[in-house]
């Protein structure tokens, strides 16, 4: 669409001679040895061209980026070129070295700016250094106050001033401020800061995004007085700050004396809604102040029109005092508002379609009507696609109504409650299935489970109004809902480790050293790495409760087994442990540890548990990080490919044992068992470095993540000294993670404003708004005839308008293009 | 319908009523204090024993007060052909019994699934002595507190600050018995028959006496006014034996299924229409009644003439002019031997005291009382109007005058009272928001209470700060939906969804054609078009004002809101089409509330976890909390072929082979970057 704008063919012909030999004459860019190059630049044309070595590779970021820009720039009259540099060539331009290839920005045949490729990082930066850099003198660098104030000040009485804020020289903030620089540049004052502190000292509290302010200068006679800001609000795109700077240049207020319905200004033009101030001779000072008032506040928002009902001849409801009108061509709604702040609110109120008609601008050259019906949801999506595979689901018994309950009555059972329309629970009955083929013949636990979609009284009655949900159903216990994660590992560890009772009652102290060597429960503790027995004497009664709640609470995560017999002295001497205590036998590490127990409540002693089932030094897996999340620390992973190169694993043993990481939470990850790994390495690396990597990734303050320098030696020594750099701050992070929150990834069918188009489309066909008896019959037909064609239109009529809006900026472009270069 | 009180009562009544209110008035203090009831139900019909079943459930002191000996007595005698036209449909081919509810007009609701209609009748439209015994084992087997033979005949109020609602209900029955109530429920349906007066109209039968014995009518002309399902079910019991039938009202026949209205004329009766049309004598006239007059000759046959001409003449049957005298091709200009008079029934308002201030809709319509969208009397407060009598809320619009929609308006008086004077707040579950989609899809694919009172009754979701959970509100009155905070004791302080089921604006009339080509809309864009019964979403920043809901526009049956969706309409109600259905709706929850309301396995959260801030809320409220979708090996693979995942191992391989040859440069956007995962990109 933007493309066919007529503006690109005249600038682009002088291209199209070079990229006819090259490629389509969008996008290219065009190839030339420096000779060449200097012969073409024409006295007054800005050009930039990109020096590089001839035999140097056909394709880097930078250059992918600067194809990107040339048709942005083409647009602005600057041509774009690659120049190859000769060997033999001595031109200065041509760097030494490889990498100290630079972009030059030239005017006719004078050098404005030279460029390091690094601050050319995207197109964005490129468009805007650019025009930052020809526009020198129409946009003023500060980074003062002071000098800002000399600015307004030597401007009052003279010029308005567009005041922008950005983060950084480059962003895509600057690049939209300085293109309407480019367009306004000589109307008004373009002032440009990346100074946080000015911004705030001018009364923004949010400075986390680019802002623009507008002041109203040239009103101001008086050199004593601030000029008026009004502060733009949207997002600082180009579209926005032009519609921001039309609005501006509108008149604050217009009188009118006719049908609201017929009356337009520019505000609509630029899809702002009109407000009329209903007034009445009698009233008409007070009215017209208040009037002026909310102008003010709605400057940038809205249009603001004084209606004189008294000159008016048509007719409008007695009552009303406000009429809104939200766009061309919509009946005009009239309203009864006593407070300004009403009114104001009631504008901003029905900002709301107008934001999500935004996105739909912004994104029409990329996913169009026909793309919101495109699947995104890989849950839903990967589902459907398995739809027609037949799943062995009579290895699982299917529960109703009738026999809900005498099947979870007659025999230990576990029930997935599903529903046949849901992504999640059908991805997960799959999971369930398998399972079920796993314990096929083993488990004396009876796999049910029942469709919600079917028998949703019976899931009601159970509690269960999600989906999905596991119970487990035991004889002579409450049901136990699971809470692991959904999949086929986790849940049959739960079943499992389930099948003890929980804490387990020990009675003898040979049993308890076989349950604490793992003898006693040999199948399960491949499920559990660790058994935990509880060591009390008789009496401690408190403490046994406490104990018994916190075993029933983990149950089917970990074995818990209780010794309260006449001789548990035994027991606590030879692990040296006061009673009561906690005895944590480590399987894997064939170790017993013992934590004392006195006056700890049940809560705690999960806690206590919880926590003991957490390695020092973790393979990191899809299935676990939750649970190492939780500690909020920042991470020090090592990647590795295949499993841990021992010498680095003793050198983190070794920092972890010294207590030097106890700030971080140090794990690895093995990439051939977790291969997503390898995208979270994509996302934190431009270019990957050899494995194995080690990385802190602070994902709770900051995002910032850090590598570990590839070239040096993966010793204690070297660790320990960079660690201590990155919490000094003296290590720079490879890369920030991004802060964005998760919003809508496509924009939803607006059927509201479908449903106003077809309305008052009827109503303009249909004439005044009463039809009589007779006529109803008549227009119904027509309607029903008329279905059809109505269809189609609401869509049409939002794209013709997108159209013709971004059209009146590249024609504005254009024609101040034209000025440029006369 | 409802059941009818007693109307017993002429000058003898008003002597009692004047006796007992000497009585009040002369000995305030003398008259002990009469039995209490918190909650007193007039009438056992369906309505009454409804909410004496909600009531009974909650533990509440209430007492149901029956003229009749047993409950139900309007169906031992009405319909007079006794076909009931409300279905039993007793297969749909689904299991889901809410969702059997949607085809089942003539259950109460009950935790009991032996007291379900299609138990008591195999016929899809029963007779009406089933519904009698079905009443019957309602009441008895869930033991319901019903008072029968007892005739309440007379109702006032009386203040007293103590009351709940300011002043109690005072009850009389017929034995001058009075009954104390703190909040009166009037289930008394329409009982007093609609009688339209004109000259000559002492000639005209009712239906509630007329023969309904075919024989009777043998050779006859029939005249018969009205033209609704009552004139209808009478015409078409007759139909083969009579000469021709004339059928008289005052605007033209509206037919169900073009109205979309059940009260209108059901096709089951219409089979006077086809004759008409097929020319075979009989016939429909339109014609205001209190215009007519009819005179009786001498051979006792009845002549249909203006009242106009009948006040000009001297009043004598031969001097009376007729309209063939002047217009010698009147339609009506045949003698009739009968004429029967159908017009529908009125509510009884004669019991009620003025000072209830129990009046009517309007000037003209005295056929139903005038309540609020709570169902609430506007004249005095705790007195509530349920079942058929409570229509006037949903007149010709959606089903709340007959069974099938009334079970669910008391309820929801009943979730009212409950919050009113117990403090229980209206029932609702809360969840996360992940939960959004999958809780609305539910409802509206199941739910009964929405179906059947569509765009009266509509579910709430109220949405929790910062939109990471919701409550849900089942089926609240639309009409109060700028109460919603008082009635139900929830907060909607973050905004809300109203799920609405409703037909295509302009679908339904009498005058439509409801089977234009091309009636049905299949394009989800084109949602907004449907015709056919639908679930509309709704969405408002803030709680609309009274003001928004009075002055909503024309045809809505909600304010307008900031944001509204449409689920395309469906040919076999079944919303769930992953892409037709679900996807749009999640699209238009997550532009409402501003996230991502995706599902992701496990794995995408863990790579989301390790790469950015921020995880979208279904990683945050599952992942996180270790409940993350682990997925099979099989959907893995379809993952990858749809492209939502980068397949990792491939991208290894990829990877060794071209490290070499290209140290130094960005890995370059394979075509193993697909869409999706762009998608995410743009976020």
């Known amino acids: 669409m933007m493309s066919s704008s007529f503006n690109i063919f005249r600038v682009g012909i002088s291209f199209v001679m070079v990229c ?23 006295s007054g044309k800005a050009s930039l061209a990109y020096f590089c070595q001839a035999d140097s590779p056909s394709t880097s970021v930078f250059l992918e980026e600067l194809k990107k820009a040339v048709k942005p720039l083409q647009d602005y009259g600057i041509s774009v070129a690659k120049v190859n540099c000769v060997k033999e060539e001595a031109s200065r331009y041509c760097g030494k070295e490889k990498d100290l290839m630079k972009a030059y920005l030239f005017r006719g045949n004078i050098l404005l700016r030279e460029f390091p490729t690094d601050t050319l990082f995207d197109v964005n930066a490129i468009i805007a250094h650019v025009l930052f850099a020809l526009l020198f003198n129409e946009v003023k660098y500060v980074t003062t106050l002071e000098r800002l104030q000399n600015i307004e000040d030597s401007l009052k009485g003279k010029a308005n001033i567009a005041f922008a804020y950005v983060r950084a020289i480059g962003t895509p903030e600057h690049r939209a401020v300085m293109e309407a620089a480019f367009v306004y540049g000589t109307t008004y004052q373009f002032v440009l800061t990346t100074e946080i502190a000015l911004l705030g000292s001018i009364g923004t509290e949010d400075i986390e995004y680019a802002h623009l302010y507008f002041f109203h200068c040239k009103p101001v006679l008086d050199l004593t007085q601030q000029c008026r800001r009004t502060l733009m609000e949207q997002p600082l795109t180009t579209l926005n700050i032009y519609r921001f700077i039309k609005s501006m240049e509108a008149p604050l207020l217009t009188e009118v004396a006719e049908d609201p319905q017929q009356v337009s200004t520019v505000h609509l033009q630029l899809g702002l809604p009109l407000v009329f101030i209903v007034s009445q001779q009698a009233t008409y000072e007070a009215d017209r102040r208040t009037a002026e008032w909310i102008g003010w506040r709605l400057l940038g928002k809205a249009g603001v029109l004084l209606l004189l009902r008294d000159s008016l001849e048509v007719d409008i409801p007695q009552q009303a005092n406000v009429v809104f009108k939200r766009e061309e061509g919509m009946p005009v709604e009239y309203l009864v508002l006593h407070d300004i702040d009403l009114v104001i609110s009631h504008v901003e109120n029905n900002m709301y379609t107008e934001e999500v008609r935004e996105d739909e601008d912004d994104d029409i050259e990329g996913p169009d009507m026909d793309t919101l019906g495109i699947q995104d949801d890989e849950v839903a999506e990967t589902v459907y696609r398995d739809r027609k595979r037949q799943l062995p689901l009579e290895l699982t018994v299917e529960l109703t109504e009738e026999t809900f309950n005498a099947t979870v009555m007659a025999s230990d059972s576990i029930v997935l409650f599903y529903a046949g329309w849901q992504a999640v629970s059908m991805a997960f009955l799959q999971s369930y299935i398998d399972l079920a083929i796993k314990l096929k013949g083993t488990s004396t636990m009876l796999l049910a489970r029942i469709n919600c979609a079917d028998w949703s009284d019976v899931c009601t009655k159970q509690n269960v109004t999600e989906f999905p949900v596991v119970k487990m159903y035991k004889e002579g216990e409450n049901p136990v809902s699971y809470a692991g994660m959904l999949g086929t590992e986790d849940l049959l560890k739960f079943i499992q480790l389930s099948r003890i009772s929980c804490p387990v009652n020990i009675t003898s102290v040979q049993e308890a050293e076989q349950y604490l060597s793992g003898e006693l429960y040999k199948d399960l503790i491949s499920y559990s790495s660790v058994s935990v027995l509880g060591l009390f004497s008789p009496t401690m009664t408190t403490a046994k409760e406490d104990f018994t709640e916190a075993g029933k609470y983990l149950k089917g995560c970990v ?103 106890d700030s971080l939470t140090p794990c690895w990850l093995n990439l051939k068992t977790t291969p997503v790994g390898r995208g979270v390495l994509q996302t934190y690396f431009d270019v990957l470095p050899p494995l194995p990597l080690l990385v802190v990734v602070n994902l709770h303050s900051g995002g910032q993540v850090f590598a570990f320098p590839s070239d040096q030696a993966v010793t204690e020594q070297n660790l320990l000294l960079w660690l201590k750099k990155v ?96 | 319908m409802g059941l009818s009180v007693a109307r017993l009562w002429g000058s003898p009544g008003l002597l009692l009523t004047v006796a007992l209110y000497l009585a009040h008035t002369l000995h305030p203090v003398q008259a002990s204090t009469p039995p209490h009831r918190d909650y007193c139900v007039l009438g056992a019909g369906p309505a009454g024993l409804q909410m004496a079943y909600f009531l009974q459930r909650a533990g509440r002191d209430y007492t149901v007060f029956e003229r009749a000996p047993g409950p139900g007595s309007f169906f031992t005698r009405y319909p007079r052909h006794r076909k009931l036209i409300s279905i039993n449909k007793r297969y749909t081919g689904r299991a889901n019994s809410e969702f059997n509810l949607r085809h089942d007009w003539n259950s109460l609701l009950s935790h009991d699934p032996r007291l379900l209609f299609r138990h008591y009748s195999p016929a899809y439209f029963p007779d009406a002595s089933d519904m009698v015994r079905y009443l019957g084992d309602f009441a008895a087997r869930l033991g319901l507190h019903v008072l029968y033979n007892t005739t309440i005949a007379h109702v006032t109020l009386n203040k007293d600050r103590q009351a709940w609602n300011g002043h109690y209900f005072i009850l009389t029955d017929q034995k001058g018995q009075p009954y104390q109530c703190s909040v009166l429920l009037v289930a008394t349906g329409l009982s007093v028959p609609n009688l339209v007066d004109f000259p000559g109209s002492e000639y005209v039968e009712g239906y509630e006496s007329v023969s309904v014995d075919p024989k009777d009518f043998v050779g006859q002309n029939v005249l ?29 026949v509206r037919l169900s299924w073009a109205t979309h209205y059940v009260g209108d004329l059901r096709a089951i009766n219409n089979g006077l229409l086809d004759t ?32 106009f001409y009948w006040e000009e003449g001297n009043q004598h049957a031969d001097a009376i002019t007729l309209p063939q005298d002047d217009s010698d091709n009147f339609a009506m200009r045949v003698a009739y031997d009968r004429v029967i008079r159908c017009l529908g029934w009125n509510f009884d308002f004669s019991i009620f005291n003025k000072s209830l201030k129990l009046s009517s809709v309007g000037e003209f319509s005295k056929k139903y009382p005038l309540v609020r969208g709570s169902y609430e009397s506007k004249g005095s407060r705790g007195l509530f109007v349920l079942g058929t009598a409570s229509h006037s809320v949903d007149y010709r619009k959606s089903a709340g005058g007959f069974i099938h929609g009334f079970r669910y308006t008391v309820r929801a008086v009943h979730r009212l009272l409950e919050h009113r004077h117990h403090g229980i707040t209206w029932p609702s579950t809360e969840h996360p928001i992940t939960q959004l989609t999958s809780s609305i899809l539910r409802r509206v694919n199941e739910a009964s209470g929405l179906y059947q009172m569509f765009s009266v009754l509509a579910d709430v979701v ?24 008082t009635i139900t004791g929830k907060q909607a302080r973050h905004g809300l969804f109203v799920i609405n089921m409703e037909y295509g604006r302009n679908f339904s009339g009498p005058d439509k054609d409801v089977f234009f080509y091309d009636r049905s809309v299949g394009h989800t864009e084109d949602a907004w078009q449907s015709n056919f019964l639908h679930p509309v979403i709704y969405y408002y920043r803030h709680l609309p004002t009274e003001q928004d809901v009075r002055f909503r526009p024309a045809d809505w049956p909600l304010p307008r809101p900031t944001a509204i969706h449409h689920i395309v309409e469906d040919f076999l109600t079944d919303w769930t089409a992953p892409v037709g259905h679900i996807l749009p709706l999640r699209r238009f929850l997550e532009n409402c509330l501003d996230t ?67 140290v130094g440069h960005p890995q370059a956007p394979g075509p193993l970057v697909q869409p999706l995962h762009s998608n995410k990109e743009e976020l």
């Open chain 1, 20 to 42: 006819i030999f090259y490629k389509s004459s969008v996008d290219c860019l065009p190839e030339l040895s420096s000779q060449k190059y200097f012969s073409t630049l024409q």
């Open chain 1, 559 to 661: 074995i818990t087994g209780i010794y309260s017999e006449e001789d548990v002295l035994i027991l606590s001497n030879r692990y040296t442990a006061t009673l009561p205590a906690l005895l944590l036998a480590r399987h894997k590490e064939d170790k017993v540890e013992s934590l004392p127990l006195a006056n700890t409540h049940a809560q705690d002693i999960v806690q206590m548990i919880t926590n003991s089932l957490l390695e020092t030094f973790p393979e990191i897996t899809v299935e676990n990080l939750p649970t190492y999340l939780r500690l909020q620390k920042p991470l020090l992973v090592l990647f590795s490919d295949g499993s841990i190169n021992p010498q680095y694993k003793k050198a983190m043993l070794t920092l972890i044992k010294e207590k030097h990481v």
């Open chain 1, 727 to 822: 919490e000094a701050g003296l290590e720079s992070p490879i890369t920030i993670l991004p802060a964005q929150e998760w919003k809508p990834p496509l924009p939803a069918y607006n059927f509201l404003r479908m449903m106003d188009a077809a309305a008052s489309q009827h109503s303009s066909r249909k004439g005044p708004e009463c039809v009589k008896e007779t006529d109803v019959q008549e227009n119904d037909k027509e309607q029903h005839e008329d279905k059809s064609a109505i269809k189609k239109e609401p869509t049409e009529t939002l794209r013709i308008k997108h159209w013709n809006r971004s059209n009146v900026f590249k024609a504005e472009k254009s024609f101040r293009h034209d000025n440029k270069e006369l």
């Open chain 2, 224 to 252: 018969i006014l009205g033209r609704g399902n009552s004139a209808f079910e009478t015409a078409e019991n007759i139909l083969g034996v009579t000469n021709f039938i004339h059928m008289l009202s005052r605007s033209r």
């Open chain 2, 276 to 307: 008409y049309q097929l020319k075979s004598l009989d016939g429909l006239l339109e014609s205001d009644l209190t215009d007519l007059a009819i005179v009786k000759d001498r051979e006792g046959k009845f002549h249909i003439t203006l009242k």
């Open chain 2, 462 to 485: 109220l949405v929790k700060e910062n939109a990471t959970a919701f409550e849900y509100l089942e089926e609240f009155p639309t009409q109060v939906l700028a109460q919603l905070e």
């Open chain 2, 596 to 662: 991502d309301l995706r599902s992701f396995y496990a794995e995408s959260c863990f790579l989301f976890a390790l790469t950015r801030q921020k995880l979208p809320p279904f990683c945050q409220q599952g992942y996180l909390r270790t409940q993350g979708l682990v997925g099979t090996e099989s959907l893995r693979q379809h993952r990858v072929e749809s492209g939502a995942l980068q397949d990792h191992a491939a991208v290894d391989r990829h990877r060794e082979d071209s490290y070499h040859g290209r």
